[in-house]
């Protein structure tokens, strides 16, 4: 007889402690697996600390494989479930697609960063849920720093230094807190002019900063913000957002490039498309975390609205501390279902208190309901943070103490560009690549990148020939292959800044295609600027509308705009009985790459008049946020 398989969606927080319980629990008596798009676990509430260099990115990252043991890791995202085939169908990171088959599913797929339609936001500000937008942040405020200390002009320097926060929840506090101190120990190595140093904003609709903890704690927060030169508007939030600055609800215009969104989070779009009954954009479950009428469908975490039973007519709110009780319980429960283990019981919950860490040896916390201030809160806090950490306790201790003793090292590092952390992502914790087709639009006007922003693509003309024949190597800017030239992370074009004269142009060889060059090779038909199709991004509810669909439906399928992704590989299903097929086919319409034909004619003394100018060097652009009502999530 086959052991059931228990499908796990998502590796935050609920979806982590879910599958280190079940792993526990079943003891070999069943399959685990677990889908998420990374192949680690993410601390969250020390983010701040990696954005403001204290922490270094791997040390808040912790291994799947490496602490779930008994646990089969599949990296890919869920694109569409069906609930009558009990199927998940997901996509991996190179474009593959996949299904996986489940006796018990458990969807822990966590959040989104919340938008509100307020203008230029979704294409000048950008979130704070995942590691590639806390680097890009610490990059970005770098830059901005060490740009505003070579600038001639006073108003240029005082934008430049003049960082917004929009949401003075806990994510947005901590930001504003460490940002503070960053930057203020990083214009001490870099002076600006006379009278001049950074400017860190924090504003909220809120009454007050911290409004989800005690007014005593919430006070001591805004207390240490304000001594430290934090300047904090409560009930105050932005109008609209430009390139250059935004405009604030109370007609107050701030210059700045800066822009960070930390207003709440929203449930994962996923559950949506399930056709079940929701509150406010969460899974109803019953006590249990199951979904009522479907014995073999779990809920958790920030998509699952989970019955307070010690408030009664409320949910627990979208918390990790709620979040990490909640995969023990439901794990529990699955367990139970299966016969193999635990004991069926209902989430009730007890408050233990909450702890906000404001940079150096401040923080606020309430441990067990006592309110603490000061280098205690500090201790508190971050022995709170190392006991709740699964992995890596040890060199997180050691970084706090190199950061006691040792200055920070400020220096940009730019692996991620503006444009890779758009704002209207649904995958936060994914950074945008070239090779995805969401790519191609990603600078365009619209795109998290801001108008005009665009990344040069590999030259038509004068450039090397894409491979897409099977057996070789793969297509430059294709999954798997060569970063395309002139891309981030990429040689540079030729015929652009930095990089190699393009052939054809003074001083470089001749245009293959031109007098005296080789014959130009056609690229096959490529889809996007970059020629390359990918894993498919789920975008927000702002960014597009959701056709409604019926229930069980894959969102692949209730998207008819999507435009057919050719084939970037092996296809992958499995069946109940574990076997696969694969095989490689080549897009519709593509034709194979052929040479064109004649010999080579004489070379000319001057550049062939159709040849394309050198594309602009464009620099990742500025970080810019908003804020807007009351918070209705912060993990």
């Not at 975390?289 to 779990?298: D, T, Y």
Request: net charge positive.
């Amino acid at each position: 007889m086959s052991r059931p398989r228990i499908v796990i969606v998502g590796a935050g927080f609920a979806g982590y402690r879910t599958a280190r319980t079940l792993s526990r629990l079943t003891r070999h008596q069943a399959d685990i697996v677990l889908l998420n798009p990374t192949d680690y676990f993410l601390y969250l509430p020390l983010l701040p600390q990696v954005a403001a260099g204290i922490l270094e990115p791997r040390r808040v990252s912790v291994s799947l494989s490496g602490t779930l043991p008994r646990v089969r890791l599949v990296l890919g995202e869920a694109d569409g479930i069906d609930l009558d085939g009990r199927t998940v169908h997901y996509t991996d990171p190179e474009g593959g697609e996949g299904t996986l088959r489940y006796d018990r599913l458990v969807l822990a797929a966590g959040s989104v960063n919340k938008l509100l339609p307020i203008p230029g936001v979704a294409e000048h500000a950008h979130g704070f849920r995942g590691l590639p937008e806390a680097l890009y942040l610490r990059d970005h405020v770098t830059r901005q720093v060490e740009l505003a200390a070579a600038a001639d002009d006073r108003a240029e320097c005082a934008a430049r230094c003049t960082f917004v926060v929009v949401g003075a929840g806990y994510t947005g506090t901590e930001v504003a807190a460490h940002g503070q101190m960053y930057t203020d120990a990083q214009v001490r190595r870099h002076p600006m002019r006379t009278g001049m140093r950074p400017r860190w904003m924090l504003l909220d609709v809120a009454e007050r900063v911290l409004p989800e903890m005690d007014e005593r704690l919430s006070r001591t927060a805004e207390r240490v913000l304000r001594q430290r030169g934090v300047d904090v508007r409560m009930g105050t939030s932005v109008k609209e957002a430009t390139h250059d600055g935004v405009l604030l609800t109370d007609g107050t215009t701030v210059d700045t490039r800066t822009l960070v969104w930390c207003v709440g989070v929203r449930p994962d779009p996923l559950v949506e498309s399930l056709g079940l009954p929701m509150e406010r954009g969460r899974l109803l479950v019953d006590p249990h975390l199951q979904v009522p009428g479907r014995p073999e469908l779990f809920a958790c975490g920030d998509v699952a609205a989970v019955p307070d039973l010690t408030k009664p007519g409320q949910y627990t709110p979208m918390t990790a501390q709620h979040a990490w009780r909640h995969g023990k319980v439901c794990a529990e429960n699955v367990a139970a279902s299966l016969g193999i283990g635990g004991q069926r019981r209902a989430y009730r919950h007890r408050d233990m208190g909450f702890v906000v860490d404001l940079g150096g040896a401040k923080a606020a916390a309430n441990p067990l309901g006592v309110p603490m201030s000061g280098p205690a809160a500090g201790a508190v806090t971050r022995g709170y943070h190392l006991a709740a950490m699964p992995g890596n306790r040890v060199r997180v201790a050691a970084d706090w103490l190199l950061d006691a003793v040792l200055p920070r090292q400020a220096v940009q590092l730019g692996l991620v560009r503006s444009w890779s952390v758009p704002l209207e992502s649904a995958s936060p914790e994914v950074a945008r690549v070239p090779g995805r087709p969401d790519a191609g639009s990603a600078g365009s006007a619209g795109s998290a990148g801001g108008p005009g922003r665009t990344e040069p693509a590999e030259r038509r003309q004068g450039g090397e020939p894409a491979k897409a024949r099977p057996g070789e190597e793969p297509a430059k800017s294709q999954p798997g292959g060569e970063s395309a030239k002139g891309q981030p992370g990429g040689e540079p074009a030729k015929g652009q800044p930095g990089g190699e004269p393009a052939k054809g142009q003074p001083g470089g060889d001749p245009a293959k295609a031109q007098p005296g060059g080789e014959p130009a090779r056609k690229h096959p038909g490529r889809p996007g600027a970059d020629g390359a199709s990918g894993k498919r991004h789920r975008t927000s509810e702002s960014a597009r509308p959701r056709p409604a669909h019926a229930p069980g439906t894959s969102r692949k399928a209730a998207e008819p705009s999507a435009a057919p992704k050719p084939s970037t590989g092996a296809r992958r299903s499995e069946a109940p009985g574990g076997t696969r097929s694969s095989g490689r086919t080549r897009s519709p319409g593509a034709p194979a790459p052929t040479r064109s034909a004649g010999p080579p004619a004489d070379p000319g003394p001057e550049p062939p008049p159709n040849q394309p100018p050198p594309g602009p060097d464009i620099a990742p652009g500025p970080v810019k946020r908003t804020d807007g009502p009351a918070v209705e999530g912060d993990s």
